[in-house]
């Protein structure tokens, strides 16, 4: 059974770091893409960040709104891909959703991401 588990979520001071943990059973990560896609409260899905599988060069991808803070690795022994985020910031908290697809062409919209985990949640504190 395909399955996809995110963890690590909770309550980060703004400026503050937070590492968020995506662990898959059923398949084998390394032949995969790796999204990790973000929702707040009346906003659209945003995707925020893919690595791609060995066979698209293991390639890293990040909206501009992440870039330069949050860093994208999988640890394909574990089966689990990491999203390293700091430097939060206001718009950063959301429930965080990791999804896995062949590639990451289209990890802005989450489009053809076909297996999605149950999230996780991100807060900011005052």
């Known amino acids: 059974q395909v399955q996809l588990v995110e963890s690590g979520g909770g309550l980060v001071q703004p400026g503050g770091s937070l590492r968020l943990s995506c662990a898959a059973s059923g398949f084998t990560l390394d032949y995969y893409a790796i999204g990790w896609f973000r929702q707040a409260p009346g906003k659209e899905r945003e995707g925020v960040s893919c690595?791609?599988?060995?066979?698209?060069?293991?390639?890293?991808y990040y909206a501009d709104s992440v870039k330069g803070r949050f860093t994208i690795s999988r640890d394909n022994a574990k089966n689990t891909v990491y999203l390293q985020m700091n430097s939060h910031k206001p718009e950063d908290p959301a429930v965080y959703y990791c999804?896995?697809?062949?590639?990451?062409?289209?990890?802005?919209?989450?489009?053809?991401?076909?297996?999605w985990g149950q999230g996780t949640q991100v807060t900011v504190s005052s």
């Open positions: 690595s791609s599988s060995s066979d698209f060069n293991s390639n890293t």
């Open positions: 999804a896995s697809s062949g590639s990451c062409t289209y990890y802005g919209s989450g489009n053809h991401f076909h297996y």
